[in-house]
């Protein structure tokens, strides 16, 4: 569910930029406070790990498709909300460089629905207020517990199962719905809000259980193996993260804040749920009310400056004074209103710019056909071999 | 198992072709960085129903293909390959925007079809553009350049490390999953219950790894950043150069290092085409004009 630049508006991939790079900011800052360049090696080599687990494929039982794991709340859940963000934002990095998924100005958006809800919304309200209560006794480190839950690696599993799934949900529910909000924002699409979001939910309902179901499995394993490696980013104040930040207790009011955020993070489900339903019954109202609220029709089109200035910059220079945006007063929506003879001449005009690029491209590539040393690709391959040695 | 050896392949095709040393690939990686940016957003910038106004905008991945002897071939070839999720999202345009801008004969050509060509077109452009970013870059350059750009020093490292790893791990996943395939009778993908183990065992393997890495880093005198030279153990060198694995320390290196003329006259004039198309619709233009020289 990669967003792509050609279906998002400059404005939308600014905002979206924005808002990643002050969550990435807040997340390095916060990585520095606590002391966590321990784990600087750990996130180049958990999101190698992801980049590789992604391009495995499994099959999903009962339907003869196959999918493969996203990762963003197996990051999460063990490098923590800040350095699993920073990861999973250097994960998409190099596939929106090297796999042209997504899209540099769509970078923003992507790392946004990936990685901001799954790290900073699922894991702290879903997955922490679950898993942790199980995993809470399991070090030196940790407050005085009941003896039972220590020691008890079978309940703590059990834990950590609901609630990497159920966070693995929310996570892609919330990212899904960033898609429909910031696709119908940009004004590309004709799709409506309600049908898309229709299109998007269930379908990433299915992939969310799925996804939960492999994390949890995933996260299980790596607990029933090295339950060390988890216990520092679930429990906090844990026994890797106190033994580094000077043994903070933890407050007091944890328990009953974990039940608040529990309670509104099933609130925030349900409402997820009837939203859609609503959506579905009320398609009309509610689309009115997101271009209402998202101001869409304006958003879209942060060009009436720039087209004012363009069709007066065109009047001053224009050697055919008649074609196209002559009118600066209704500088939106031309295309609709423009008469049969100037879309003919941008049909010709255009068919004829693609001739020239294409012969101009032709002498270009043609050029370095004579011109290219032919052995330089080659001594380079053969030179590349790395030393991989760790 | 074939998408991770595909997958990479074409990391490694798009590494080799960085390692020219064209025009194109001396420039700044900031320069390059810039103009990429500025294209996409000139591009992304116009009116849904354009499309003639967008076709001067090829010039721009044609030149920097061109000057920068890079095959097209390695763009189109991904360019194929359309995003499915591009299209699910503009194949609704014809569906649900049926006005009729245009009647050519008895063929009727509705809003909605011009606006899924146009997200076809823009799809063309931006990833083209992206990919010949990289592709005449390559990736140690570029993290260099971005990091003279601003981006903080951690995202940084944090690149580069997960650059350096995703071919050991790749490999290793590689590895585990032929040794799985060579086991088993059934083609096609693995189950659930083989893969959760499956991407557990390969997870421990990675902590492992991570911290020996670490100890290994700590022991060098790691203190949360990369000193230039540090990909390579090589001085660095002016420029862009052959070898990868220094050129993140020479662009490192050449952090005082200002903007040359050339690099300057690549910006400038790209920027300020990308303004002039973006403006002024220079193919309708051509089409009058065209139009009336034929009466």
């Known amino acids: 569910m990669h967003m792509a630049d050609t279906l998002i508006s400059p404005v939308v991939g600014g905002v979206m930029w924005a808002a990643t790079a002050g969550a990435a900011a807040y997340s390095m800052k916060k990585m520095k406070d606590e002391f966590d360049d321990r784990k600087v090696p750990l996130m180049g080599v958990m999101g190698a790990f992801i980049f590789a687990a992604q391009m495995i494929n499994f099959s999903i039982p009962g339907t003869g498709s196959s999918g493969h794991l996203g990762g963003g709340m197996i990051l999460a859940i063990l490098l923590g909300p800040f350095a699993g963000f920073l990861t999973i934002a250097s994960v998409l990095v190099v596939q929106a460089l090297f796999f042209a998924d997504g899209g540099l100005l769509a970078l923003g958006a992507n790392i946004f629905n990936l990685g901001f809800f799954p790290c900073f919304v699922a894991f702290p309200l879903i997955f922490r207020s679950i898993a942790g209560r199980g995993l809470v006794g399991g070090g030196p480190g940790a407050v005085q517990q009941d003896a039972g839950a220590h020691g008890s690696p079978g309940r703590s599993v059990k834990a950590l199962v609901p609630a990497s799934i159920l966070a693995s949900i929310v996570g892609l529910q919330l990212g899904a719905f960033g898609v429909v909000v910031e696709t119908i924002s940009s004004g590309i699409s004709n799709l409506p809000f309600s049908k898309f979001l229709l299109l998007m939910q269930p379908i990433h309902l299915a992939i969310g259980v799925v996804e939960g179901f492999v994390t949890a499995g995933i996260v299980s394993y790596v607990y029933r193996a090295k339950p060390d490696i988890l216990e520092g980013s679930i429990v906090r104040g844990g026994p890797a993260a106190s033994a580094l930040s000077g043994d903070r207790p933890r407050p007091a009011a944890r328990p009953a804040m974990r039940k608040v955020l529990l309670v509104l993070g099933a609130l925030a489900v349900v409402t997820g749920v009837v939203f859609s339903w609503f959506a579905s019954t009320h398609p009309d109202g509610l689309e009115w009310s997101v271009f209402r609220v998202t101001g869409s029709e304006e958003v879209a089109r942060p060009g009436s400056g720039i087209h004012a200035f363009a069709s007066r910059l065109q009047e001053r220079m224009s050697f055919l004074p008649d074609y196209g945006f002559k009118k600066a007063a209704e500088p939106v929506n031309r295309w609709p209103a423009v008469d049969a003879g100037s879309s003919v001449s941008g049909l010709v005009g255009g068919a004829f710019t693609l001739c020239l690029a294409g012969i101009a491209g032709f002498f270009l590539l043609k050029k370095r056909g004579f011109a290219k040393g032919r052995s330089r690709r080659a001594e380079g391959r053969a030179g590349k071999t790395p030393r991989w040695e760790s | ?295």
Request: some cysteine; overall charge positive; proline content about 4%.
């Open chain 2, 1 to 295: 198992m074939g998408k991770l050896d595909s997958s990479i392949r074409e990391i490694r095709e798009l590494e080799n072709l960085a390692r020219e040393t064209s025009f194109v690939h001396r420039l700044d990686p900031r320069v390059k960085v810039i103009a990429t940016f500025a294209f996409i957003a000139a591009v992304v910038s116009f009116d849904r129903y354009e499309i003639a106004a967008l076709v001067p905008y090829l010039f721009f991945p044609i030149f920097v293909a061109g000057a920068g002897g890079l095959p097209l071939s390695a763009v189109v070839k991904r360019l194929l390959v359309l995003s499915p999720f591009v299209v699910l999202v503009g194949i609704f345009n014809p569906l649900y925007d049926r006005t009729v801008l245009l009647r050519i004969g008895g063929l009727a050509i509705t809003g909605g079809w011009v606006s899924f060509a146009a997200i076809l077109v823009r799809y063309v452009l931006t990833v083209s553009a992206a990919l010949l970013l990289i592709a005449s870059t390559g990736f140690y350059t570029l993290c260099g350049g971005i990091e003279r750009l601003g981006v903080p020093k951690v995202f940084v490292v944090q690149l580069l490390l997960l650059y350096r790893y995703i071919f050991v791990l790749t490999d290793e996943a590689s590895r585990m999953a032929r040794a799985r395939a060579q086991r088993s009778f059934r083609r096609g993908p693995m189950e659930i219950r083989v893969f959760v183990p499956f991407a557990g065992a390969l997870l421990l393997r990675t902590v492992e790894r991570a911290q020996r890495i670490y100890q290994a880093m700590l022991a060098r005198g790691f203190d949360g950043t990369m000193k230039a030279g540090a990909f390579g153990g090589v001085a660095p060198r002016a420029g862009s150069s052959g070898d990868e694995a220094g050129d993140y320390g020479a662009a490192r290196a050449n952090l005082g290092r200002s903007i040359r003329f050339s690099d300057a006259l690549f910006l400038g004039v790209w920027v300020s085409l990308f303004a002039l198309f973006r403006f002024v619709n220079l193919p309708a233009m051509l089409g009058d004009l065209l139009l009336r020289a034929a009466g």
